[in-house]
């Protein structure tokens, strides 16, 4: 099963943050913390949920947001007459604030989006909520962890 809400999603039963298709830079969240997955590498390795004391995104936000049938439409029409376009993606820049070896450390990485040219504000800030309580609520990390799917019905 596969369920998606801006650029967080479900697949396998995993709650992820970005696109993994086509290898795409992505967080895979499971029990033991974070898997962190890049093109130019193989699994960067877990991070520990002790280790993690915050994540922070920073996704595009739109006022507008033409439907991405809309999008794939013009994409598909332009390509008909010979021209070459391609429908927007916008990625999500996400910062982990970490403590490695007793030092704190901060990780920046850009996560691959989806086709749109932004994300609805109030999607972005419950998705903010909800990465707030995997990092601080272990009680609520275990459900949301074991029930990804539920948290997308939450994040409206």
Do not use: K
Request: charged share 20%.
């Amino acid at each position: 099963m596969s369920a998606r809400l801006g650029f967080l999603l479900v697949r396998d039963g995993a709650l992820i943050l970005g696109d993994p298709i086509d290898q795409g830079t992505h967080l895979r969240f499971s029990d033991l913390g974070i898997i962190v997955r890049q093109p130019a590498e193989a699994d960067v390795g877990v991070v520990p949920w002790e280790s993690v004391h915050s994540i922070t995104i920073a996704p595009v936000v739109a006022n507008f947001r033409p439907p991405a049938w809309l999008m794939f439409t013009a994409a598909a029409a332009t390509a008909s007459i010979g021209l070459d376009w391609q429908p927007p993606v916008s990625d999500v820049p996400v910062r982990l604030e970490l403590t490695t070896a007793g030092r704190p450390q901060s990780r920046e990485l850009v996560c691959t989006g989806f086709v749109t040219r932004g994300y609805r504000r109030s999607q972005c800030e419950s998705i903010q909520a909800a990465l707030r309580l995997l990092v601080r609520d272990t009680a609520a990390r275990r459900q949301i962890l074991a029930h990804p799917e539920r948290v997308l019905t939450l994040v409206r």
